[in-house]
């Protein structure tokens, strides 16, 4: 008996996504079915471009295809599966109803316990991550003390440029960013007190122009302090990353990071270990700040560890030199790691978007 587009849909509804734990069909991913004599062609719509999970999804959908195929006595010829991406927002009903960037789908805290971790670095390599997928990503610089995302975008010979008193982001890198850095002079020292803070990060997160985006990504100053505070107020976000390197006392600020995030109501998505290890000219790993520390810390707290981005001479030349996506390029231990992390990160953004769960504003100072 030869098989159908409805035959087809029943198997689809018996493959789950890996990890949103429920199947295809259910999940309204399915866009096309159609089965043209021994052909049979699927459109399946993933919930982000960065899905890790795609090859896992299309070899359990050719697996289940073929079995049904088996059963009714029929041969195929060929089973393409196709892949398109929209990310979803998370559950429109608990949403805040006057979100003050309601295009923008996600917005993702990276934060870490304490300066020079590599916490820049890692929001600058997660959103050209996620844009290289095919995502609309946005960068927000929200280290209004320190920014560095001007050297490492390479934006100091760009004039910021504003319209209707809105800024327009920059445009790099297949990214759009802002930062105070570009709004001041370079040597003018960034001195903000508490409502100067709080001002300054809300302008920057409101009055640029970002247009419609998938994910916004908003570097945080290092430690615990008014700008978290007043992002937690101003937006709704998906989640948190804290960055952390190997070391005992590394860790110890950030957990006290994770502990900062939970108290302000905002989900943490996982931790990630940065320097985590160095390959030498011989080929050998060296664990310089030892190894697996963030894991274990990330186990501990019951949290996601999302990746270890390794030490790396051409991944610090890269960011100084403001030429971030020659990180991607070559396709070795560093981008390969890069990448899970992006794609890691993209994962659990839908995992919490499945669950309609995203973090209110609920925090009033008095
Ligand atoms: P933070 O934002 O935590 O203060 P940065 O991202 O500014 O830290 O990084 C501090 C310095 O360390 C930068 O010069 C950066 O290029 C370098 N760096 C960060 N991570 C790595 C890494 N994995 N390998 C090599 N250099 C790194």
């Not at 390479?154 to 802002?178: C, Q, R, W, Y």
């Not at 309609?356 to 925090?363: A, D, L, R, Y």
């Amino acid at each position: 008996m030869p098989l159908t587009n409805e035959n087809v849909r029943d198997v689809l509804s018996t493959v789950q996504d890996p990890e949103l734990h429920q199947d295809l069909v259910s999940l309204n991913m399915v866009k096309e079915i159609r089965v043209d004599q021994k052909q049979v062609f699927i459109t399946i719509e993933l919930t982000t471009p960065a899905c890790p999970m795609k090859d896992h999804i299309q070899k359990d959908i050719e697996q289940a295809v073929n079995r049904k195929a088996e059963e009714l006595g029929e041969s195929l010829d060929s089973i393409q599966v196709n892949f398109t991406a929209d990310v979803r927002k998370p559950n429109e009903k608990i949403r805040d109803e006057d979100n003050p960037l309601p295009n923008v789908k996600h917005i993702i805290a990276v934060g870490a316990g304490k300066g020079g971790v590599g916490k820049s670095t890692v929001a600058v390599n997660l959103a050209i991550g996620l844009a290289r997928h095919g995502a609309s990503v946005g960068l927000l610089d929200g280290d209004i003390y320190g920014p560095s995302l001007s050297t490492m975008l390479g934006l100091s010979n760009m004039e910021p440029t504003a319209e209707d008193k809105m800024l327009a982001p920059f445009n790099v890198h297949g990214i759009k960013t802002m930062t105070v850095g570009r709004l001041v002079k370079p040597e003018e020292p960034l001195i903000w007190r508490g409502p100067m803070a709080h001002n300054a990060f809300q302008q920057l997160a409101l009055q640029t122009n970002w247009g419609s985006l998938d994910y916004l990504i908003v570097d945080l100053p290092p430690g615990t302090g008014d700008v978290p505070l007043t992002l937690a107020q101003l937006l709704p976000l998906s989640g948190a990353i804290v960055v952390c390197t190997p070391q005992k006392v590394a860790q110890d600020d950030a957990v006290r990071a994770v502990a900062m995030f939970i108290q302000l109501g905002i989900d943490v998505l996982g931790i990630v270990e940065n320097m985590s290890y160095f390959i030498g000219d011989d080929g050998k790993e060296y664990d310089i700040f030892g190894k697996g520390g963030a894991a274990e810390m990330a186990q501990h707290l019951q949290l996601p560890c999302l990746g270890h981005i390794p030490i790396n001479m051409a991944l610090r030349k890269n960011c100084d030199d403001g030429n971030p996506t020659a990180n991607f390029d070559d396709n070795d231990a560093l981008a390969e790691e890069l990448n899970h992390f992006a794609q890691q990160v993209a994962a659990q953004i839908s995992i919490k978007a499945s669950s309609g769960k995203t973090v209110q504003p609920t925090i009033s100072i008095s």
